[in-house]
């Protein structure tokens, strides 16, 4: 086949190249800039091929082996995923990917608690990606999302808590729910309540209660669910319960003031 039929082949068809015996550099250059990807029909391929294809497309990087800090920046702008055909990216290139989307957290074997940070606050949920995530990781994801809790296998009691304290939901990703838990839990977030009414004791509620309502700092929030919450009151049968009488014998002062605020709202 003539020069002028091969072109007009490469042309048509990038990929034919891997049809040509010995193709020409010329007919080489003309494919990876027809197409990037044709880069993996050519061995030995010049920078000028590699720079090429990647100019048409950068996972094109993929077939590039030992690609510069240049070329692995330029297939990273382009797109995050790149990173999964880098094999000995930078923390530079690695941080680029991950500030794109903490997804690309995926790609990186054995990753620092520098970059596991960078990823969950990038996205939540990339902490999914990461095996044995470390405990600021964990504490940071869900105290951004509770539902980055469902990802952790093996959670942190901290992180735990600070789920919980986001979102009573947080309680249906909870592994080995035990009464000790429970009542962790219900000192952080009084809502809890409607998921473990049958679980405790209307004593051990009022033990919790006691001590979480009687604290000088005590959450203005947790005391005016405490105070809003349909689950107990005092006509509720075996959890009844007289809330701003409660208050009155067992709250802080603070506790005291937010029952006062709420009771001049009805």
């Known amino acids: 086949m003539d020069k002028a039929k091969l072109i007009d082949l490469i042309k048509t068809n990038p990929n034919a190249l891997v049809y040509i015996p010995n193709p020409s550099d010329e007919l080489k250059l003309l494919a990876v800039q027809k197409n990037g990807l044709a880069l993996k029909h050519i061995e030995h391929p ?3 091929m590699q720079e090429l294809a990647l100019a048409n497309n950068s996972r094109a990087i ?10 692995m920046n330029k297939a990273i702008q382009d797109s ?3 990173l999964e055909y880098l094999q000995h990216p930078s923390e530079t290139i690695i941080k680029l990917a991950i500030t794109q989307a903490g997804w690309a957290i995926k790609y990186v074997k054995h990753p620092s608690e ?7 606050r990038r996205h939540y949920d990339s ?5 044995d995530p470390c405990p600021k990781a964990q504490e940071e994801a869900v105290r951004i999302n509770y539902d980055a809790l469902r990802y952790i296998d093996s959670p942190t009691p901290q992180a735990e808590l600070l789920a919980i304290r986001n979102h009573e939901s947080a309680i249906a990703f909870v592994k080995d729910l035990s009464k000790e838990k429970i009542l962790q839990f219900l000192g952080v977030n009084f809502l809890v309540i409607k998921y473990v009414r049958n679980d405790i004791t209307k004593a051990e509620l009022e033990q919790v209660l006691k001590e979480t309502l009687g604290q000088e700092d005590v959450d203005e929030k947790y005391v005016r669910d405490f105070l809003n ?3 107990i009151h005092k006509n509720s049968g075996q959890m009844s319960l007289d809330k701003i009488m409660f208050i009155y014998h067992y709250g802080s ?8 605020d709420e009771k001049l709202k009805i």
Do not use: C, H, Y
Not at 114 to 120: C, D, R, T
Not at 127 to 131: D, G
């Open 46 to 48: 010049t920078p000028e």
């Open 114 to 120: 520098e970059l596991q940070l960078l990823a969950v």
């Open 80 to 82: 995050w995923v790149n």
């Open 253 to 260: 002062r603070k506790a005291k003031k937010v029952a006062v």
């Open 62 to 71: 993929q077939f590039i082996d030992n690609p510069t800090e240049e070329m």
């Open 127 to 131: 902490i999914k990606f990461i095996k």
């Open 229 to 231: 919450s349909s689950t």
